[in-house]
């Protein structure tokens, strides 16, 4: 028996593809998917990983604006379509396939710890014991497998304030950033009349004052708010030389430039169901580099100066620049980062030039 502990994305999908022993799945919430807590789009990039129900998509988006704090502003158009899911029905669709799969899934029953016995694990939960060959963390930002099994690390949150809004002036299919406000702002779009808004970032006054000033008159419909790891490049995706594994937010799997994990837990889930043993390398060796030019990038983003978000502004608006963010995949920036600094020698000069000795391996 494997014991996955937690019942969101990358639990779900590992309990999905898993075909060498019986899943039982443990989700401390009474509904799974619920509460939601993520602003649910996604890039084309998914197709990677799993194909998406045109049932849970509720909007489509064709282009990013991105407006620097002065007003200037450019449009992105995208090549491929980004979806906007309902989030909790996307998380109860892939917890059906983990049934399909003969996954046995337990509601609202909340992983307590474990113990080593001889031939694996003993955990215990709100509701009994169980005995397991297997423990797979799934279970969040501040997973309490991490915590249990000693390699949580030295783990750094930031806290995303988003609501569910009626939102005046909106541009469907259109996703708007706004540059120098915390860390990453955005308004995505459902329709005409509702968006998701939110802003993230050190959880201080100033980041309060900056959500309050993206809702403006706003009209708030539900609050989705919740706290989002800060990916760690030395984070541990097993403990050493035992059966217990982590993925997705448990394993800081989280791209820091727009604070998004879906595909990168899903991701993990996939490599561990496909071999145990490689997992880890195959994770670092694969994805790695794209989290850790993210984080970097996230860096040198909070970093910047209303000046020189203007000066990004004036960089993309290229026309040579902006074809080629509209064709490449933002989850992925390895692909581009290089061919786009050998373009652009302005992104040199903001700092971006620390990309091109890493992705050469310098």
């Known amino acids: 028996m494997i014991s996955v502990i937690g019942a969101g994305p990358a639990g779900s999908f590992y309990a999905s593809q898993e075909k060498k022993e019986e899943v039982h799945v443990f989700e401390e919430h009474a509904k799974c998917g619920v509460p939601v807590a993520c602003t649910g789009i996604l890039t084309d990039s998914i197709k990677r990983v799993t194909s998406i129900d045109p ?9 990013f604006k991105i407006v620097a704090p002065s007003g200037k502003s450019i449009y992105i158009n995208l090549d491929k379509t980004n979806l906007v899911l309902d989030r909790a029905r996307f998380d109860q669709s892939l917890v059906l396939k983990a049934m399909d799969n003969g ?10 710890g474990y113990k080593k016995i001889d031939n694996g694990y003993r955990i215990k939960t709100t509701k009994k014991t169980y005995d397991t060959s297997m423990i797979v963390g799934a279970d969040g930002p501040k997973s309490s497998v991490a915590k249990t099994a000693g390699i949580y690390g030295n783990r750094k949150f930031i806290t995303g304030w988003q609501a569910r809004c009626k939102y005046p002036g909106l541009e469907e299919g259109v996703t708007e ?6 860390e990453f702002s955005w308004i995505v779009p459902e329709d005409n009349k ?6 993230i970032g050190q959880n201080n006054a100033q980041l309060k004052r900056d959500y309050q000033k993206l809702l403006g008159k706003a009209k708030i419909i539900e609050d989705q708010s919740g ?3 800060l990916y760690n490049p030395k984070q541990q995706l097993r403990k050493n030389g035992e059966d217990i594994f982590l993925i997705g937010d448990a394993a800081t799997q989280v791209k820091a430039t727009t604070y998004g994990g879906i595909i990168y837990g899903m991701l993990a889930g996939k490599y561990l ?3 145990k043993e490689t997992y880890p390398s195959v994770f670092n060796g694969k994805l790695g580099k794209d989290l850790w030019i993210s984080l970097k990038m996230r860096e040198m983003m909070n970093a910047m100066t209303e000046k020189q978000s203007e000066k990004l502004i004036d960089i993309f608006s290229k026309q040579q620049n902006k074809k080629f963010l509209e064709a490449n995949d933002r989850d992925f920036p390895s692909k581009f980062v290089v061919q786009l600094l050998m373009k652009e020698a302005g992104l040199w000069k903001l700092g971006f030039g620390i990309f091109k000795n890493r992705m050469l391996g310098k």
Do not use: D, Q, T, Y
């Open 55 to 63: 049932a849970l998509v509720i909007s489509k988006i064709e282009r």
């Open 103 to 112: 996954a046995n899934i337990h509601l609202n029953e909340r992983f307590l």
């Open 177 to 182: 950033i706004r540059l120098n406000l915390g």
């Open 194 to 199: 509702i968006a998701r808004v939110g802003v």
């Open 227 to 229: 706290i989002i790891p």
């Open 273 to 275: 169901a496909e071999n």
